[in-house]
């Protein structure tokens, strides 16, 4: 038996695995903090239930990607405390995120949160790591979902140049 064969677990991790384990722990532990003072702007309920799955979601990853981190002797990134709860109307309007924008930037992470677990899952060879990456991805895109069915429900969405009329093809 070679040192990549048997129980995924005991393999070693290379340091491409290891940077975008500690990359995303990271970015979900911001993800947190970020998305709890988008709940203290957020004034729509729906919106609202959508940033309570993400972060959710996020103290998931962090829950299950520091443990790998730990397991393997590599030092985690500090969460961040806490954001206390606070009244909307105690935010000022010229201070405050709007629900529209608050959407945007939602949809905009989990993008790129797309793009990353996709990285993570196509440079890992532990299997445990390519299919933990491989879920994240499969809850992200049912959240990117949900924020763009919002998004047009609520009609939040800019969408890009629309090509209505299309050119008329030349046979030649």
Same mark, same amino acid.
């Given at each position: 038996?070679? *040192?990549?064969?048997?129980?995924p677990?005991? /393999?070693?991790?290379?340091?491409? /695995? *290891?940077?975008?384990?500690?990359?995303? +722990?990271?970015?979900?532990?911001?993800?947190?903090?970020?998305?709890?003072?988008?709940?203290?702007?957020?004034?729509?309920?729906?919106?609202?239930? *959508?940033?309570?799955?993400?972060?959710?979601? @996020?103290? =998931?990853? #962090?829950?299950?990607?520091?443990?790998?981190?730990?397991?393997?002797? &590599?030092?985690?990134?500090?969460?961040?405390? /806490?954001?206390? @709860?606070?009244?909307?109307?105690?935010?000022?309007?010229?201070?405050?995120? @709007?629900?529209?924008? #608050?959407?945007?930037? #939602?949809?905009?992470?989990?993008?790129?949160?797309?793009?990353?677990? +996709?990285?993570?899952?196509?440079?890992? &060879?532990?299997?445990? *790591?390519?299919? =933990?990456f491989?879920?994240?991805?499969?809850?992200?895109?049912?959240?990117?979902?949900?924020?763009? /069915? &919002? +998004?047009?429900?609520?009609?939040?969405?800019?969408?890009?140049?629309?090509? &209505?009329?299309?050119?008329?093809?030349?046979?030649a």
């Open positions: 038996m070679g *040192i990549l064969s048997g129980n677990k005991d /393999e070693p991790l290379h340091y491409g /695995e *290891i940077f975008s384990v500690w990359t995303a +722990s990271t970015v979900a532990k911001g993800a947190v903090s970020c998305y709890q003072a988008y709940l203290n702007h957020s004034g729509d309920k729906d919106l609202k239930k *959508i940033l309570d799955g993400l972060i959710d979601q @996020a103290n =998931l990853e #962090i829950k299950e990607l520091d443990k790998i981190l730990i397991d393997n002797g &590599i030092a985690t990134v500090p969460t961040m405390p /806490e954001r206390p @709860a606070v009244k909307l109307e105690d935010i000022p309007v010229g201070a405050r995120f @709007a629900d529209p924008e #608050i959407a945007a930037k #939602i949809a905009a992470d989990v993008s790129l949160g797309l793009v990353a677990c +996709s990285q993570a899952m196509g440079q890992s &060879i532990r299997v445990d *790591i390519g299919a =933990l491989a879920k994240y991805h499969i809850t992200k895109t049912a959240l990117g979902l949900k924020i763009l /069915e &919002i +998004s047009k429900e609520k009609g939040w969405l800019v969408p890009p140049p629309l090509q &209505i009329k299309r050119p008329e093809t030349v046979n």
